[in-house]
Nanobody, 126 residues
Framework: QVQLVESGGGLVQAGDSLTLSCVAS????????MGWFRQTPGKERAFAAA????????DYAASVKGRFTISRDNGKNTVYLQMNSLKAEDTAVYYC???????????????????WGQGTQVTVSS
């Protein structure tokens, strides 16, 4: 089992940058693929980015591609989401998630992830 804690959210202006962090504890972090999802009130949790256990494979939602970068440091048990050129529509609660297994395949499907953090709020003012 792995526990996940996100941080780094906040209130920023459109065009600004923000980096989210998610620290994992419990089982060996490198056993898990990781993902970032986001959710706004009344909507389902939406995929933002994913990364394989060794960082060799990444994937992004079309809405964030070219602006967001997911990365991980297995030595620090941490996955990051660098967000640039933020827009008002990026406002959401951001969740990190862990998917057990050293697969090079990443997935955007929330139900494929067995572990979730508590979320961190990102608000982008226009």
């Amino acid at each position: 089992q792995v526990q996940l804690v996100e941080s780094g959210g906040g209130l920023v202006q459109a065009g600004d940058s923000l980096t989210l962090s998610c620290v994992a504890s419990g089982r060996t972090f490198s056993l898990y693929g990781m993902g970032w999802f986001r959710q706004t009130p009344g909507k389902e949790r939406a995929f933002a980015a994913a990364i394989s256990w060794n960082g060799g494979t990444t994937d992004y939602a079309a809405s964030v591609k070219g602006r967001f970068t997911i990365s991980r440091d297995n030595g620090k048990n941490t996955v990051y989401l660098q967000m640039n050129s933020l827009k008002a529509e990026d406002t959401a609660v951001y969740y990190c998630a862990a998917r057990w297994g050293r697969s090079v395949v990443v997935t955007a499907i929330p139900t494929e992830y067995g572990y979730w953090g508590q979320g961190t709020q990102v608000t982008v003012s226009s």
